[in-house]
């Protein structure tokens, strides 16, 4: 990397970090973050996951791993193998959503059995649900990944 | 540097989780300590079946499927606590029949409960519950045969057990168990506090920690 243009020293000068790692550690702490707070909601607060928050979990949980063994060293490859999972996370998360806010008929639903993907568990501040927490987190590592593509030199 | 960083937020990360989960049991506990005294109802209904002294001061509740094998297996437990402080202690049963097909074993117990014979009737139900259970499904024909054997008129529990008011005590015991945040039976609650971590040696402690409360020497 060479010298940066004016407009780009906020990620980059205060430690001396190199921006695209400096994006890429954010995504992984998002993921990081994501992964906690939903083992939180299970193991904690004890609320039973849905079909469909498995789904998600599924594409989640391993970013955890992949985002960081791109960083040591950092290999703007790592994208080409986690936007397909984020992909694939922030289509269930946009399904979930819809579903949850009753956009799409229940009869649609892939969850007969077991715990309810409409279940409300949980409403902070009156509108955010688990479902739409993990859009925005899918919604974020997703520009995250989008905007490291684009950097790479290829 | 980076790797330092990546490090000190996986730490912070985890930190964080633990804290977290910590001060949200406590923050629970005190809210159900909370409720215990405010709405006391909401953990003995005046339809619960009980089981020891009314002058008892510690209260042991338990949300209990029929069909649960763990609640099963907790069974001795209460009984062992309740024979080593006699008079001490009252205990209450809820309903929570989480597993398919456990509700019509609860209006079985609830019929069983008017022929005088519901203690009787839940220990043979644990007892014997390997023969009406299969991969967690309640085999309600299995269960017939066994009640005469503690003396039940099962033709009477047949007709007991539609009794709309049978269906109103399930009704009021489902959600009061949601109110309190039971999700996974057995449910306990030794006067309004939840049993945390779970296990039958946590349970022997808080009973004892709560008689050694209501009870100083």
């Given at each position: 990397m060479s010298e940066l243009p004016d407009g780009d020293v906020h990620t980059s000068s205060i430690w001396g970090l190199d921006p695209d790692w400096t994006l890429l550690f954010f995504g992984w702490l998002i993921a990081s973050a994501s992964t906690l707070g939903s083992l939180f909601f299970s193991y904690v607060m004890e609320f039973a996951p849905c079909v469909l928050c498995w789904y998600q979990r599924i594409c989640l949980f391993p970013l955890v791993i992949i985002l960081a063994r791109g960083l040591f060293p950092l290999d703007r490859h790592v994208v080409k193998y986690a936007l397909p999972l984020t992909a694939a996370g922030w289509l269930l998360a946009a399904y979930h959503c819809l579903l949850y806010a009753k956009w799409v008929p229940a009869s649609m639903q892939p969850c007969g059995k077991g715990v309810s993907c409409t279940e409300e568990y949980l409403e902070l501040f009156g509108f955010l649900s688990i479902p739409f927490l993990s859009l925005i987190s899918f919604t974020a590592l997703m520009s995250i990944l989008i905007a490291l593509k684009r950097r790479s030199p290829e | 540097m980076k790797r330092i960083l990546f490090a000190a937020t996986c730490l912070v990360l985890i930190a964080g989780f633990f804290l977290g989960a910590s001060y949200y049991k406590t923050w629970r506990a005190a809210e159900l300590g909370f409720m215990a005294q405010e709405h006391a109802s909401t953990f003995v209904r005046p339809h619960s079946p009980t089981l020891g002294s009314d002058d008892a001061k510690v209260y042991i509740v338990k949300f209990t499927d029929p069909a649960c094998e763990t609640c099963a297996s907790f069974s001795p437990f209460v009984k062992q606590a309740m024979d080593a402080s006699p008079g001490q202690i009252k205990f209450v049963i809820r309903y929570a029949p989480f597993h398919e097909g456990a509700d019509e074993v609860v209006r079985i117990l609830e019929a069983a409960k008017r022929q005088g014979k519901f203690w009787e009737t839940l220990e043979l139900l644990y007892r014997r519950q390997a023969t009406w259970t299969r991969h967690h499904r309640v085999l309600l024909g299995e269960v017939w045969p066994l009640l005469p054997e503690v003396g039940l008129d099962v033709e009477r529990v047949k007709v007991d057990m539609r009794d709309p008011r049978i269906a109103a005590v399930l009704e009021q015991d489902l959600a009061d168990a949601e109110a309190l945040g039971v999700r996974k039976t057995p449910g306990f609650f030794v006067n309004g506090k939840?049993?945390?971590?779970?296990?039958p040696r946590p349970l022997a402690e808080l009973i004892k920690a709560e008689i050694r409360e209501q009870y100083p020497e």
């Open positions: - | 939840p049993l945390e971590p779970f296990g």
